[in-house]
């Protein structure tokens, strides 16, 4: 094999390659019911935000959007994969990735820590279209079916080629070597028609975001909003645990791991900005993911409230070093972390939880005291610590993994694990149902209720209802980007026909 056929053969490789991804993806689009990128740009982020937003709030201009994206990829991927038009189909690919590139720009993002595929400045759609740079530069086009000029007559081939570059044709087997990728076209062609067939459209294809639930579109209304201190807060409140990765998940141990491999960097900004477009405005998190949220406030310029849970540093004796962190973070709301209160009190030590408190309301800032146990906010209530607000689990155990009441005892959440059905294996965190409900009906404070669903064993219908109907002011639930616009709809449905509930509302 000589030089010149070996280069003609890596140009068609590299231009056939991508020519497939483009193909492919218009495929997909085209096959899938209902496709839309409408979620794709409404969750666009960066300098250009508000352009892509723009797009997708006009049901008319996506009606012209889809399908000129849809037929873009197909004849950008067909002309590239058999090589024709091979100029103009880099142009124009170079153009769409451009687009795509913009609307989620990887700016600002962490040099230690990127996101896969995703790096600074860098991404796929910048490889991509450097590599249709390319292909655009240089005069080598590789085999294609461009050869057929070859069999045309030569009036014929004077007429119809003559925006096209004359290629010296040396021989029919020369020709008919260019026609190569025509049975490629069709073997990968049929195989991914029956996959899709088969198994159904692929939903992971790029610029898409398919959330598998209910679309933003789907939304029932604007979610109701209580006030905690000077904050207005929606009365749904998004868990922490889509960044921290606690599952919760009792006996089955590989769901940490699959729920972390899941929720990636860029699946959880994409989760917090579908939960802030269907009207979500506040999350609670777990103190080492203080960096996460200030890493997506800052690139995306949200202005979601972050409340933000701290413990002391015993060891040192320094109970107010993850405040102060907390504060120069940029946190909106700070409240002394369930487990940690619940030690605490186990311990004999509340005089670290009332200077802690102490410390965060001289700092200008809404205090907040989480508990598992009610026991622990019992006996704050009865030392005269009071909060800005109370966060308690609260969940009923009418559930199958809930073990037996005779067989709880306070404090027990977060510690040993057992064996036995019979007793705590991080299956129940509200010990005590029916003392949890009379604490909240006497609490003069907002009450944000956690753990609601039970990590997962109690459905949204009934445990949200349970909750507001048993005295809470907001839920704080953990969701993944597939639940959110469920979960809002459940919660203006609950909340419009709430009934049975004693308790003013404090917030």
Request: proline fraction near 3%; aromatic fraction near 12%; charged fraction near 20%.
């Amino acid at each position: 094999m000589n030089n010149q056929n070996l280069k003609k053969i890596i140009i068609t490789l590299f231009r056939v390659t991508i020519g497939w991804h483009f193909l492919y993806e218009g495929l997909v689009k085209l096959w899938a019911a209902n496709w839309s990128a409408a979620g794709y740009l409404a969750n666009a982020t960066g300098p250009f935000a508000g352009f892509y937003h723009w797009m997708a709030a006009s049901e008319g201009l996506m009606k012209i959007i889809d399908p000129i994206n849809i037929a873009a990829l197909l004849l950008i991927g067909l002309a590239l994969f058999l090589g024709v038009f091979i100029r103009t189909a880099s142009v124009s690919g170079i153009l769409l990735l451009t687009l795509y590139y913009f609307a989620y720009p990887p700016f600002g993002g962490s040099l230690l820590a990127p996101v896969e595929g995703s790096y600074y400045i860098v991404n796929k759609n910048f490889i991509e279209a450097t590599a249709l740079l390319l292909l655009l530069l240089i005069k080598e086009r590789g085999y294609g079916i461009y050869a057929l000029q070859y069999f045309l007559p030569k009036k014929k081939l004077e007429k119809e080629l003559v925006k096209q570059e004359q290629e010296v044709l040396t021989s029919r087997r020369e020709a008919l070597k260019n026609l190569a990728t025509l049975p490629a076209l069709g073997i990968i062609g049929w195989g991914a028609f029956r996959e899709s067939q088969e198994y159904g459209v692929d939903t992971l294809s790029g610029a898409t975001i398919r959330i598998g639930g209910a679309n933003i579109s789907e939304l029932k209304g604007e979610l109701p909003k209580g006030k905690i201190g000077n904050h207005e807060l929606s009365r749904l409140v998004l868990g922490g645990n889509l960044i921290g990765g606690w599952a919760h998940s009792r006996d089955l141990i590989y769901v940490p791991s699959l729920f972390r491999a899941y929720n990636t960097e860029k699946k959880i900004f994409e989760t917090l900005m579908l939960a802030e477009k269907a009207g979500i405005d506040s999350i609670n998190i777990g103190f080492p993911t203080i960096e996460t949220m200030a890493k997506y406030r800052k690139m995306t310029g949200s202005k979601i409230k972050v409340i933000c849970q701290v413990h002391p540093d015993m060891e040192n004796n320094d109970y107010f070093v993850n405040i102060d962190k907390a504060i120069d973070s940029g946190m909106d709301i700070i409240q002394v972390q369930g487990n940690w209160c619940d030690w605490l009190v186990r311990d004999n030590k509340m005089e670290v939880i009332e200077k802690m408190m102490e410390r965060i309301r001289s700092q200008g800032y809404t205090a907040g005291l989480a508990s598992h146990t009610v026991d622990a906010l019992i006996a704050c209530e009865e030392q005269g610590i009071i909060p800005d607000y109370y966060m308690k689990t609260m969940h009923h155990d009418r559930y199958w993994s809930a073990h037996p009441m005779e067989n709880r005892v306070p404090f027990e959440v977060d510690g040993k694990r057992y064996l036995d059905h019979n007793r705590f294996h991080d299956n129940i965190f509200c010990l005590f149902p029916d003392r949890t409900v009379e604490f909240v009906e006497r609490a003069k404070v907002p009450v944000m209720g956690f753990k609601v669903l039970a990590a997962g064993a109690i459905s949204p219908e009934d445990g949200f209802n349970w909750a507001f109907q048993n005295g809470a002011d907001f839920i704080c639930v953990g969701m993944f980007d597939f639940q959110i616009v469920n979960d809002v709809n459940i919660t203006i449905d609950v909340l419009n026909k709430l009934q049975g509930r004693k308790r003013e509302w404090y917030a």
